[in-house]
């Protein structure tokens, strides 16, 4: 109890660091972001428009059109292509670079980890109760044989086994005890894929709240005035990275709800089967059994002595 205590502080003041980390680069980021923006606004607040008048050159007519024979210029709209998208996030691609990297990574390891072969190996279960069935294992044998193993539910085991003998709540406990650490690390950074589902999308709509800002700072600097296309190309840009964070999130919420579903399937699964070892190790089913040999023993004998003689 006193080693389990001192784990569970350990384990929360490193949660309390690690918010604290992320909370300051978090902060920190936003600081850089508002003065990138701060900056920019200066400049175009800075650049006053010249009031001098333009005479058009041979290549321009006196309306301003251009000539004929050359097409009109087509003001830059919502970038279309994968890479001009990325480019267009700006500062924020990579925060959402990372998003995405983190969550293809733990999700691939989580993969790896969770395969029911590994947590719950059925040849070797299968052999392990076989031969406890069969009287072949002692408790010292039944340990080596599950520290051998290395899986978790061989780990499960081999704290009831060392309970042998033992009441069926005691074995109870040091499985439940045994359980408890097993469980904790196959739900391991599955708290990593939940927070990127819900940094993600919150990360896009700082970036569109920046984007908004810029697009109406251009409205109150008179510099979109009349050029309702170039106003609403801001507003588009700005939603990108709204767009770019629920790409993220919604996969990341999906993989963390299946990766959830498969660890508790893997829980009741190693549930039955370590409630089978205290039935077969605990001394009330030690008893049991001898209970049972006994009585088949007995009649065994009966049956022989009831027998007729032949004659």
């Avoid at 780990?155 to 309970?163: D, M, N, P, Q, V």
């Avoid at 990127?196 to 600097?221: C, D, E, H, K, R």
């Avoid at 070892?277 to 004998?301: F, W």
Wanted: aromatic letters at 4%.
């Amino acid at each position: 109890m006193i080693r389990r205590s001192e784990g569970v502080r350990i384990s929360r003041t490193l949660r309390g660091s690690i918010q604290t980390v992320i909370l300051v680069a978090v902060l920190g980021f936003t600081f850089v972001v508002m003065n990138q923006v701060n900056a920019q606004n200066s400049n175009e607040t800075s650049e006053e428009p010249s009031a001098t008048l333009e005479v058009p050159t041979s290549g321009e007519s006196p309306s301003g059109q251009p000539p004929s024979g050359q097409a009109p210029v087509v003001p830059a709209g919502i970038p279309q292509q994968p890479v001009e998208v990325l480019l267009a996030l700006g500062p924020f691609l990579y925060p959402l670079g990372l998003c995405s990297i983190v969550l293809v990574w733990f999700t691939l390891e989580r993969l790896v980890v969770l395969r029911r072969g590994r947590v719950i190996p059925r040849p070797f279960v299968k052999r392990f109760f076989e031969h406890l069935a069969e009287g072949k294992l002692d408790a010292r044998s039944a340990i080596k044989l599950c520290e051998e193993n290395g899986s978790p539910i061989s780990s499960i085991f081999a704290h009831g086994l060392r309970k042998w003998g033992k009441s069926s709540v005691e074995v109870e406990q040091a499985i439940i005890d045994g359980g408890e650490r097993q469980v904790s690390l196959l739900r391991r950074h599955l708290r990593v894929v939940n927070g990127v589902a819900t940094i993600a999308p919150l990360l896009g709509l700082l970036g569109t709240v920046i984007g908004m800002i810029q697009s109406f700072n251009t409205i109150a600097t008179k510099s979109a005035m009349g050029k309702s296309e170039q106003l609403a190309a801001g507003i588009g840009l700005a939603l990108l990275t709204t767009a770019v964070g629920l790409i993220i999130a919604i996969p990341a919420m999906v993989v963390y709800m299946y990766l959830s579903g498969r660890v508790d399937s893997l829980v009741i699964e190693m549930d039955g089967l370590a409630q089978s070892l205290v039935d077969s190790i605990s001394a009330e089913g030690l008893s049991e059994q001898s209970r049972l040999q006994r009585t088949s023993s007995g009649s065994k004998s009966t049956v022989d002595v009831e027998k007729p003689r032949k004659t």
